[in-house]
């Protein structure tokens, strides 16, 4: 490539964003195959992983690993690179840098430093499956991953019960079926679409009420295999006045009654249903308990 192309493609002392794709290959845009040939230097998430990806396109570049692991000690570095006029992109294994992946202390460290960041967008797995999901789109949240342990991630879905927007998960094969438990026990009634292996050959999704989750997992082991995102509906925000008046009823029944008993004498007091009543009914159990 001649120094002329390189220098119309980017500029010097700039860090390129780069997203790169999800699953299929002919999702990297002609963009951001151009601005990776003309690069100095490609800062990726595993240099053995983009290797794959950069080879497949006939891009070679030099390449450093930037990861959760040194991204503090590199990015001073790194900084000074760009100080000096070298361009750099910045990639991770799939999909947009920074969201669930490393890339964050060296772009704001550019940004403390007056360095221009430039944004090369591409794929996304957590709009993608926003996008196909068919639940509200209008106001969403992205929380990443869950805990990975029980008792934390239950705490932070108790704590998220409550949010009117569509809530955004990733999640691995390792603990798809212990999440879908969580989410089945504590929040039956909320509609939740499971994506998985986005844009790849065996891409699968379905939307249905977060109680049926394990079910449709249980149903075809493939079914818990591969990387996941799972979107779950936001909280009714007329749910409000109904479920003030629940919590109180259940708190005064926990007081005598174990959580499904005081689930089954608010059903009949209130005209909500019982699993509803049963989910915040353990809420309020466990939080009495951890206090």
């Not at 991630?153 to 999640?171: G, K, M, N």
């Not at 995102?229 to 909280?235: E, F, K, P, Q």
Request: glycine letters at 6%; one cysteine or more.
């Amino acid at each position: 490539m001649t120094d002329d192309i390189r220098t119309n493609t980017v500029s010097a002392g700039q860090l390129y964003v780069v997203a790169t794709p999800i699953g299929n290959r002919s999702d990297l845009s002609p963009r951001a195959q151009q601005v990776l040939e003309a690069v100095d230097r490609i800062c990726a998430e595993d240099t053995r992983t983009s290797l794959q990806l950069l080879s497949h396109f006939g891009i070679r570049r030099p390449m450093v690993a930037l990861h959760e692991h040194n991204e503090s000690q590199l990015s001073e570095r790194l900084i000074e690179q760009l100080r000096e006029g070298q361009s750099l992109a910045l990639i991770s294994d799939a999909g947009t840098p920074l969201i669930s992946d490393p890339g964050f202390v060296l772009v704001r460290a550019a940004r403390s430093a007056g360095i221009p960041v430039i944004a090369v967008p591409g794929p996304c797995a957590a709009v993608a499956a926003l996008s196909i999901s068919g639940l509200p789109s209008d106001r969403f949240a992205f929380e990443g991953f869950l805990p990975a342990k029980s008792g934390p991630r239950r705490q932070r879905l108790q704590a998220l019960a409550t949010d009117p927007r569509t809530l955004i998960f990733y999640e691995s094969s390792h603990r798809i079926a212990d999440t879908a438990a969580d989410l089945a026990e504590l929040l039956p009634d909320r509609q939740i679409c499971i994506a998985r292996e986005l844009t790849k050959l065996h891409e699968e999704s379905a939307v249905l009420a977060a109680g049926d989750l394990p079910a449709w997992l249980a149903e075809n082991a493939y079914r818990q295999r591969g990387e996941f995102v799972l979107l779950l509906s936001g909280c009714p925000e007329h749910d409000g006045e109904d479920e003030a008046e629940a919590e109180r009823v259940l708190r005064v029944l926990l007081t005598e009654l174990s959580p499904s008993s005081a689930a089954r004498v608010a059903a009949e007091l209130t005209g909500l249903r019982k699993k509803t009543l049963y989910a915040l009914a353990l809420r309020l159990h466990e939080a009495d308990a951890a206090d």
